[in-house]
């Protein structure tokens, strides 16, 4: 059997590879301590799983949700929450719709939004599903590079006018994934001035609103009075609320660019299970005690790594945002052989910066979820110090 043409266009998954190594590392015996991905350890709050009991005990959850866009209580506990955290006001019948996870969300809204002959305009590095779905949709990705002497913030004036002209979604995220970046309004400005000026579609990622540092609060772009007729912003219940596994995001902003997601997605998938949006609703109402747990756990663990890395040699200032240290390789390796070779001499598995594009080549990612705790990290960081002189080796 032969797939469609369509697939020949993409790689595979870049942490799909990542995943067969370290269980290949795993069967061979190895203690292997992962860092690679960030899936948070800490487990989804009890009241939340409490709340999801209940609801999985009564049967008319186990139905299609019919409403197509989400419970209608879910949808206005994602308003509430977007009011109380921004200060951003929304309708939950037109401008709220409920997603199977943002990565769901972000992938099908290129779908909806654009084909052959237009242009995805995403950050390098980024997200893989940016561009990997700007090309199954069929139109041309324009990687926008984003580098260290820049903060990691996009030049958009630098973008080829032919380009800009063509584009007609341009995506986004912070706080950063992977580096940790993070922007301020007047940043956010600037994407939603390009919009306007371009005619296109802000896309904004905010996967990781809520885990940052420093006193760093993360703005949004629907803060911005102009912005939100062409913008829709993505948030998931995933990193924040640690329901990676459950599989529940939400993605809001104007109307119209929502109900174009909602079109395509009714005809994709028939929702989330209505158990798991009456735990959302739990979760986005209720304590918001694990919002700062969070912040305190991973804080300890990038300023655990950062000593480390430092101490070793590196030169870096701790990121304010996401749950990642993103760090050069050593000198004389690329990043998959570095990350290869600290698998390989120290079992710790990190990502590559390869894998978010090429301008992630030449740098790895560190992420500050593990299980096993801060502790692990310690150790992860260890037995990097230790083995560094054999994995820098020519």
């Not at 209608?72 to 109380?84: D, G, K, L």
């Not at 950063?176 to 001035?193: F, K, N």
């Not at 996967?207 to 911005?224: F, R």
């Not at 986005?284 to 700062?292: M, S």
Request: aromatic share 8%.
């Amino acid at each position: 059997m032969k797939p469609a043409a369509r697939l020949e266009a993409i790689p595979p998954y870049p942490f799909t590879a990542i995943a067969r190594a370290k269980m290949a590392a795993i069967a061979a015996g190895a203690d292997i301590i992962d860092l690679s991905i960030g899936d948070p350890d800490l487990g989804t709050p009890a009241h939340i799983v409490a709340a999801l009991k209940a609801a999985v005990d009564d049967k008319r959850t186990h139905r299609y949700d019919e409403t197509g866009s989400g419970l209608p209580e879910f949808r206005q506990a994602v308003a509430q929450w977007m009011q109380r955290r921004f200060g951003v006001a929304l309708n939950p019948d037109t401008e709220v719709l409920r997603l199977i996870g943002s990565k769901e969300g972000l992938a099908h809204l290129l779908w909806a939004l654009v084909g052959p002959g237009d242009v995805v305009l995403y950050p390098d590095p980024g997200y893989p599903v940016y561009r990997v779905n700007a090309a199954l949709a069929g139109a041309e990705g324009y990687p926008v590079p984003l580098t260290a002497a820049n903060g990691w913030r996009p030049d958009l004036a630098a973008i080829p006018s032919a380009i800009a002209q063509r584009a007609r979604v341009l995506l986004m995220c912070y706080p950063h994934m992977p580096t940790g970046a993070v922007i301020d309004e007047a940043g956010l400005r600037e994407m939603v001035a390009f919009a306007r000026q371009h005619d296109l579609v802000l896309a904004y990622d905010h996967a990781y609103s809520e885990i940052t540092y420093d006193g760093y609060a993360a703005p949004s772009p629907l803060q911005i009075a102009e912005a939100r007729e062409r913008t829709i912003e993505f948030h998931s219940l995933s990193k924040g609320y640690r329901m990676t596994g459950w599989r529940i995001a939400w993605a809001c902003g104007g109307a119209d660019i929502v109900a174009a997601l909602w079109k395509l997605k009714s005809n994709l998938d028939s929702g989330v299970f209505l158990a798991i949006q009456r735990a959302a609703v739990t979760a986005l109402t209720g304590p918001q005690d694990c919002l700062e747990e969070n912040r305190r756990v991973y804080g300890e663990r990038r300023d655990v790594i950062i000593a480390a890395l430092n101490a070793a040699g590196w030169k870096l200032e701790p990121p304010r945002g996401a749950m990642y240290v993103w760090a050069p390789v050593p000198k004389g390796l690329t990043s998959a052989e570095f990350c290869e070779r600290a698998l390989r001499e120290a079992a710790v598995v990190f990502t590559p910066g390869a894998a978010f594009g090429a301008q992630g080549e030449g740098w790895f990612r560190i992420a500050l979820s593990c299980v096993g705790g801060t502790e692990r990290v310690r150790e992860a960081m260890r037995r990097l110090a230790d083995t560094l002189p054999v994995i820098c080796r020519k």
